[in-house]
């Protein structure tokens, strides 16, 4: 049996007065998946040609108790034929610090990193942004964004 629980979180947080709380477990469940998306502007297609080798998706993440050891969570980019891109954070590739516990960490994701099934995505009309979870985990995450990236993979 899966248990999937998705919240506003409003006694740890790293900006604003809430995180969210991501709690999953996909072991063992017949679901094919587990995830949230996050759709912005209205849902108008956004255009990411122009910046895709310039920004990237930020956010804060630590785990909701202890030391976490696996992590897998998928991030999609869908376009509005429902075609879909993805990056994967697993074993802590895209964290600052590479470790995950119950401090604060930074993780950014560059959209160039987007390359699974990049070439049936088109970026010049994202509707979402998709996080699928695999596994299992209790996260806390808070104060995603959009920022101009032009560093080096984390």
């Not at 699928?132 to 032009?150: A, N, P, R, S, T």
Request: hydrophobic letters at 35%; glycine letters at 8%.
């Amino acid at each position: 049996t899966s248990t999937n629980d998705f919240k506003l979180y409003d006694k740890i947080f790293h900006g604003g007065k809430t995180s969210l709380d991501l709690e999953w477990n996909k072991l063992g469940a017949n679901e094919k998946w587990v995830g949230m998306g996050i759709g912005w502007d209205q849902w108008a297609g956004k255009n990411l040609e122009l910046v895709e080798d310039k920004t990237a998706i930020r956010f804060f993440i630590r785990s909701s108790s202890g030391k976490t050891k696996n992590l897998v969570i998928v991030f999609l980019l869908e376009d509005y034929n429902g075609n879909q891109c993805a990056a994967v954070l697993k074993d802590f590739n895209y964290l600052e610090n590479k470790t995950l516990d119950e401090n604060w960490n930074k993780v950014t994701i560059p959209f160039s990193e987007f390359k699974t099934n990049r070439d049936k995505c088109d970026f010049s009309n994202i509707k979402q942004l998709l996080l699928q979870f695999e596994v299992k985990g209790h996260v806390l995450i808070d104060d995603m964004e959009i920022v101009e990236y032009g560093g080096k993979k984390p």
